[in-house]
Nanobody, 130 residues
């Protein structure tokens, strides 16, 4: 059984930094995608970052590019999202998700837009004040 657990959300001031963690346990493949999604009240869910474990390919949405960065600890089945220079419009519930890689890679734009991930965590709240 796959479990996704996020942590690291907090309240910070604009310009601050946070590191979110996503632990993916129970995955039976060494090739899978991890995606980070966020949703603010009254807004649509946004896929902001993705990483293909086993390939190394990474994706960052324009809204976070240059400010957010992935790292990973394979021994701990953990992916980290370092978030720097946070802005008030980064305030949202952040959720990580996983999907085992099967068949042709659909491309990051399609994958993050359709959010075709089988396994989802409960989310961690990030609040950025001005």
């Amino acid at each position: 059984q796959v479990h996704m657990v996020e942590s690291g959300g907090d309240s910070v001031q604009a310009g601050g930094s946070l590191t979110l963690s996503c632990v993916a346990s129970g995955l039976t493949s060494n090739s899978y995608y991890i995606g980070w999604f966020r949703q603010a009240p009254g807004k649509e869910r946004e896929g902001i970052a993705g990483i293909w474990i086993g390939d190394g390919s990474r994706y960052y949405a324009d809204s976070v590019k240059g400010r957010f960065t992935f790292s990973q600890d394979d021994a701990k089945n953990t992916v980290y999202l370092q978030m720097n220079n946070l802005r008030p419009d980064d305030t949202a519930m952040y959720t990580c998700a996983a999907q085992i890689h099967r068949g042709p890679f659909p491309g990051w734009i399609m994958l993050m837009h359709t959010a075709d991930f089988a396994y989802w965590g409960q989310g961690t709240q990030v609040t950025v004040s001005s």
